[in-house]
């Protein structure tokens, strides 16, 4: 647990660039070495015959169909973060007006937080004090880019004090996943019905669909309360972290650009 809090954090303290070759960790938190020949037949002759897209191009063009796109990172990955400003500058002129982000500050009454939200958006940076995250450097100039294309800021973290923190970590993501949702409804909500939300998360929350165990997260419950489906891009799972073999076949043909 505490080698997961440590990569995750780690961009926000040094700066950290992920490493050229991704490294796997066991729950020990020693390097795994990378089996590149654990493909199957069946999913090696899949993905030589797969049909490569821009991955760019084609989540604007699903975009057009939906009011809000959700897309997760790694959050000891900062080329995450600079792809979700590639495809905030993608979307800008299919009308999404709002980019909505876990890292932002969100304690104290809500014309508090609104008016730092503003004050962000004018000052078109994010310092310290605006949020967590944002404090690595791929972040903070991911959001300068977000802030010049015009999108404007939105908070939506849950801000439990530790009193009122449930015992378990279960019960803790439970209803933190409630709080985002409803925090981000309630915004969509504010906004108009022409508004259009980017919303960056971390990992799971935008899994759209109940986990096996029962789980729903934030865009879960989003989608249940506005009644919206959006449109979910995932960065975590479908990685070169957790498939290098699949990655390793594919790397030659995908290059430089981000395919899908």
């Known amino acids: 647990m505490m080698l997961s809090l440590y990569e995750q954090f780690r961009p926000s303290l040094d700066g950290f660039v992920a490493r050229k070759e991704p490294v796997i960790y066991d729950s020990e938190g020693t390097e795994i070495e990378r089996d ?19 991955a760019i191009e084609e989540i604007a063009m699903r975009a057009q169909h939906t009011r809000i796109v959700i897309i997760n990172e790694t959050h000891d990955n900062p080329r995450d973060r600079a792809f979700v400003a590639d495809i905030a500058e993608a979307l800008a002129p299919l009308g999404f007006t709002h980019y ?7 304690w104290g009454p809500p014309e508090a937080v609104a008016a730092r939200m503003e004050t962000m958006f004018r000052r ?6 605006d949020g967590y995250f944002s404090t690595e450097p791929a972040f903070a100039h991911a959001l300068l880019r977000i ?12 801000t439990a004090t530790p009193e009122e923190r449930p ?18 409804a309630a915004a969509i909500a504010a906004a108009g019905p ?10 799971s929350h935008a899994a759209e669909l109940p986990c096996p165990d029962g789980q729903e997260w934030m865009a879960a419950q989003l989608k249940a309360l506005t009644g919206i489906d959006p449109l979910t891009v995932n960065q975590t799972d479908l990685s070169e972290y957790n498939m290098p073999a699949a990655y390793s076949l594919l ?9 899908v």
Not at 100 to 106: P, V
Not at 147 to 158: A, L, Q
Not at 168 to 181: C, K, V, Y
Not at 251 to 259: D, I, K, L, N, S
Request: hydrophobic content about 35%; aromatic content about 10%; glycine content about 6%.
């Open 167 to 184: 015992d378990t970590p279960e019960e803790s993501i439970a209803l933190r996943e409630t709080a985002q949702a409803e925090n981000l």
């Open 100 to 106: 909505a982000a876990e890292t932002f500050d969100n």
């Open 251 to 259: 790397a030659p043909r995908v290059g430089g650009t981000p395919m």
């Open 147 to 158: 802030f010049d294309t015009g999108y404007k800021p939105v908070s939506y973290e849950w």
């Open 36 to 54: 590149l020949t654990s493909l199957s037949d069946e999913d090696r002759t899949l993905l030589e015959l797969a049909t490569m897209h821009n």
């Open 194 to 203: 022409d508004a259009k939300f980017l919303i960056h998360v971390g990992y």
């Open 124 to 129: 078109g940076y994010a310092v310290r004090k």
